[in-house]
Nanobody
């Protein structure tokens, strides 16, 4: 399974970026996609996740009200609209996926089976 991430870049504080994560050629009805981020030497942390099972979304406290995750179910794709970016949002953002869902979904790294290569987001003050 290949996950294709796009949309990273450099912006000034207060700016916006839109990340996208796609699984080309796949048409799973049940899947979960998310975004995690990591800085060098730091732990990977969950940013936001989406589950197609019930169209549920999850946001970490530090992005609530600033980031929005949306899906394009026909293409197994999610987008992460990131507004009011701050320097502390600077990190490598990676998209994970899981294509078998039970009764519960989690926005935790162990839950996902596949990971993209990551896209860098840099926010300057």
């Amino acid at each position: 399974v290949q996950l294709v991430e796009s949309g990273g870049g450099s912006v000034r504080a207060g700016g916006s970026l839109r990340l996208s994560c796609a699984a080309p050629g796949l048409t799973f009805a049940a899947y979960s996609l998310g975004w995690f981020r990591q800085v060098p030497g730091g732990a990977r942390e969950a940013v936001s996740c989406y589950s197609s099972r019930d169209a549920s979304t999850y946001y970490s406290d530090f992005v609530k009200g600033r980031f929005t995750i949306t899906s394009d179910n026909a293409k197994v794709t999610v987008h992460l609209q990131m507004d009011n970016l701050q320097p502390e949002d600077t990190a490598m953002y990676s998209c994970p996926a899981r294509f078998s869902l039970g009764t519960s979904t989690y926005c935790l790294a162990f839950f996902f089976d596949y990971w993209g290569q990551g896209t860098q987001v840099t926010v300057s003050s």
